[in-house]
Nanobody
Framework: QVHPVESGGGLVQAGDSLRLSCAAS????????MGWFRQAPGKEREFVAE????????DYADSVKGRFTISRDNAKNTVYLQMNSLKPEDTAVYYC????????????WGQGTQVTVSS
């Protein structure tokens, strides 16, 4: 089991930047990669970005392409989400999750960190 812990959320204005961190402890060797998801009030959780531990290959939701960058530090078992040009619609609780190496499913989730973007 992997235990992701998110940090870095906060209240910012539109156009500002934030960097989220996700530190993963536990059996990270059993994970294929890490992903970021978000859930806004009254909405379903949605995919934001993911990255593979092995080669750092990223993938992004269309809504954040060109504004968000995901990266990882394998030595620290930490994944980052650099968020630039933030918009009010980016307001949500952001969750980090570990992707199981064998099933490809996201099985271990963090507690989330709140990001609020004011207009």
């Amino acid at each position: 089991q992997v235990h992701p812990v998110e940090s870095g959320g906060g209240l910012v204005q539109a156009g500002d930047s934030l960097r989220l961190s996700c530190a993963a402890s536990g059996r990270t060797s059993s994970t294929y990669g890490m992903g970021w998801f978000r859930q806004a009030p009254g909405k379903e959780r949605e995919f934001v970005a993911e990255i593979r531990w092995s080669d750092g290959l990223p993938d992004y939701a269309d809504s954040v392409k060109g504004r968000f960058t995901i990266s990882r530090d394998n030595a620290k078992n930490t994944v980052y989400l650099q968020m630039n040009s933030l918009k009010p619609e980016d307001t949500a609780v952001y969750y980090c999750a570990a992707e199981d190496l064998y099933t490809g499913e996201y099985v271990d989730w963090g507690q989330g960190t709140q990001v609020t973007v004011s207009s």
